[in-house]
């Protein structure tokens, strides 16, 4: 059986904004295995990112159950939130969100760090792959947008996390370019054996995903990617 990743269980979230409640979403459930990937797509305000943030431990349920790597989360207080973030959590930002001060090199081995571990194999080959291994020694205020991404996806995977969380990871980029980046992305992923959830606005992007979600009025409706899936393991 595969090992169970990401799992929320009748997950709800309210938001209260002066006499009002809005629920953001609405008694969902869904289960990421390992090594899987699924797309959330939905209007801007429709809970995506709130979904992410809530996976990544910045945002608590109002009420159900979140499972993550196995472990019911509502047990957790902040050390093992931080040490389920350092060790076990990859985050890629449609800004970027590159630490400026350091090098390319400083900024794929930031997690490494938080993790006591050195540079190794699986960083040059991530350098490698993404087409940045000439840039280590490099600003990161100087590059590219796209190379800026590049080295957001290197830093996200260095440490070979379970889980990447990716908000709109191609946002700040042209069509190609961003689709170049999903195919190295989705590749590099496989190959850490991470599990991915990418929130995205294009169904392009979309259709590297294993599987997909539409989120509307608080409600996961699978979307055609999804459906094949289930065709497929149903017929």
Same mark, same amino acid.
């Given at each position: 059986?595969?090992?169970?990743?990401?799992?929320?269980?009748?997950?709800? &979230?309210?938001?209260?904004?002066?006499?009002?409640?809005?629920?953001?979403?609405?008694?969902?459930?869904?289960?990421?295995?390992?090594?899987?990937?699924?797309?959330?797509?939905?209007?801007?305000?429709?809970?995506?990112?709130?979904?992410?943030?809530?996976?990544?431990?910045?945002?608590?349920?109002?009420?159900?159950?979140?499972?993550?790597?196995?472990?019911?989360?509502?047990?957790?207080?902040?050390?093992?939130?931080?040490?389920?973030?350092?060790?076990?959590?990859?985050?890629?930002?449609?800004?970027?969100?590159?630490?400026?001060?350091?090098?390319?090199?400083?900024?794929?081995?930031?997690?490494?760090?938080?993790?006591?571990? &050195?540079?190794?194999?699986?960083?040059?080959?991530?350098?490698?792959?993404?087409?940045?291994?000439?840039?280590?020694?490099?600003?990161?205020?100087?590059? !590219?947008?796209?190379?800026?991404?590049?080295?957001?996806?290197?830093?996200?995977?260095?440490?070979?996390?379970?889980?990447?969380?990716?908000?709109?990871?191609?946002?700040?980029?042209?069509?190609?370019?961003?689709?170049?980046?999903?195919?190295?992305?989705?590749?590099?992923?496989?190959?850490?054996?991470? !599990?991915?959830?990418?929130?995205?606005? !294009?169904?392009?992007?979309?259709?590297?995903?294993?599987?997909?979600?539409?989120?509307?009025?608080?409600?996961?409706?699978?979307?055609?990617?999804?459906?094949?899936?289930?065709?497929?393991?149903?017929?």
């Amino acid at each position: 059986m595969n090992e169970c990743i990401v799992e929320p269980c009748n997950a709800t &979230k309210s938001f209260v904004d002066g006499k009002e409640s809005h629920q953001v979403l609405d008694n969902i459930d869904f289960t990421l295995t390992r090594g899987t990937s699924v797309a959330l797509t939905g209007a801007s305000g429709s809970g995506k990112s709130t979904l992410l943030n809530i996976i990544a431990g910045f945002e608590p349920l109002s009420s159900g159950q979140l499972i993550l790597c196995g472990e019911d989360s509502h047990q957790w207080k902040d050390p093992q939130w931080s040490q389920f973030r350092h060790q076990k959590l990859g985050v890629i930002f449609q800004q970027f969100n590159l630490l400026t001060p350091l090098s390319v090199r400083q900024n794929i081995a930031f997690p490494l760090h938080l993790n006591n571990l &050195k540079w190794n194999a699986w960083c040059d080959h991530l350098t490698e792959a993404l087409g940045i291994s000439s840039l280590l020694d490099r600003h990161v205020s100087a590059l !590219s947008g796209g190379q800026q991404q590049r080295v957001a996806i290197a830093r996200a995977l260095a440490h070979q996390p379970k889980i990447l969380l990716a908000d709109e990871p191609t946002g700040n980029l042209d069509q190609r370019s961003g689709l170049e980046v999903m195919k190295l992305l989705t590749e590099l992923s496989q190959q850490a054996d991470t !599990s991915i959830v990418l929130v995205t606005h !294009s169904e392009e992007c979309a259709q590297f995903m294993q599987h997909g979600f539409h989120l509307q009025n608080g409600q996961l409706t699978p979307t055609k990617i999804e459906r094949e899936a289930l065709h497929c393991a149903t017929s």
